[in-house]
Structure formats: structure tokens, C-alpha cells
């Protein structure tokens, strides 16, 4: 992430990391602050065993591409709303050049990203496929769940 500022919405990707009990780092670097640092990072990763790097950035957001400039590994972009409603920082993530791709998830989307990042890493890891599959499947019995209490709720012309 850019800055620890970044931290409250990055924490829902470390939480579903922790859950998928997949290893990870973390980093506050910016690609305007310690632009060395970041360089440092995105060349070294690959090499130090590093499969996908989720970058997180806010305002003029130029951290994820600037990693993707210089790996090869996927990287996915969370877009941070520190301002304009994080429409700055979506587009900076998002249109990227021809070449230099950044997979991009929505505004804040943090918790995407981390899911988006196991998916990647699922890819020939069974156990962790399997793993995943247990999460989608919760997610559909808490909206099974959510439906059949709403089917409960009583309006005078609601006809379910
Ligand atoms: C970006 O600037 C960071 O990713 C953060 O979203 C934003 C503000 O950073 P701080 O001033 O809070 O450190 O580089």
C-alpha cells in the first residue's frame, strides 16, 4: 500500500488471506515518496518466491503501475478513496497502456483483491481451490439465508 493510511480497507484482504491461511506481506512504499524502495520491491519479488503482489494506492496513484512496469508477476490494483471519491485513483489504476496491465477491482475493493489474488494462486493448487469453493458456497447460503427471511417481511401489496 501507499501509505498505512491505506490500512483500514487493505485489512480486509489480509483478513481473507489469513483465512485461506495463505502467506503474505505487507508494505506501506510509494511510487512518489520512496520511489527507490518500490523499485526495489517490484524487482526483487519475483525472485524472493512472490506469485501475485495486490498494490494499493490513493489520489495519483501511480504505485501499482509502476510495480507492473517492472515485474512480470500479476498485479492486481485496489483504488483507495483518500479523494474525489476515489475516482483519481481508479483511473490511474485502471488505464493503464497497452502492455502493463494492472487487474484492477473496484473502489476500496480490497477484500476482491484478496480473493482475486487466491484465485490466481489456486490456479494447479487443488487444496486451495478446494478452499475457495468452501467460501463461495457460504456466500450463497448467507443470501439463501437474507431471501428467506425477506420472503418473512410483510408490506400491504408485496405479494411474496
Ligand atoms: C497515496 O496517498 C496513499 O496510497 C494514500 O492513499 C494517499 C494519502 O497518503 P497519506 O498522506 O495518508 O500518507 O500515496
Known sequence: M????????????????????????MHALSAHRTPEEVEHFA?????????????????????CGVIASMTTLP???VPINASLDGMDALLAIVQMPPGIPVATVGINGALNAGIL????????????????????????????????????????????
Open 2 to 25: 501507499g501509505s498505512t493510511s491505506d490500512l483500514p480497507v487493505m485489512e480486509k484482504a489480509a483478513k481473507f488471506l489469513d483465512e485461506m491461511e495463505v502467506p503474505f506481506e
Open 117 to 160: 489474488a487466491v484465485q490466481i494462486l489456486s490456479v494447479g493448487d487443488p487444496a486451495l481451490q478446494d478452499k475457495l469453493a468452501g467460501y463461495k458456497e457460504a456466500l450463497k447460503t448467507k443470501i439463501v439465508k437474507a431471501n428467506a427471511e425477506l420472503a418473512e417481511v410483510k408490506y400491504k401489496h408485496k405479494t411474496n
Open 43 to 63: 524487482k526483487e519479488a519475483k525472485g524472493r518466491g512472490i506469485k501475485v503482489i495486490i498494490a494499493a494506492a490513493g489520489m495519483a496513484a501511480h504505485l
Open 75 to 77: 498485479v492486481i490494483g
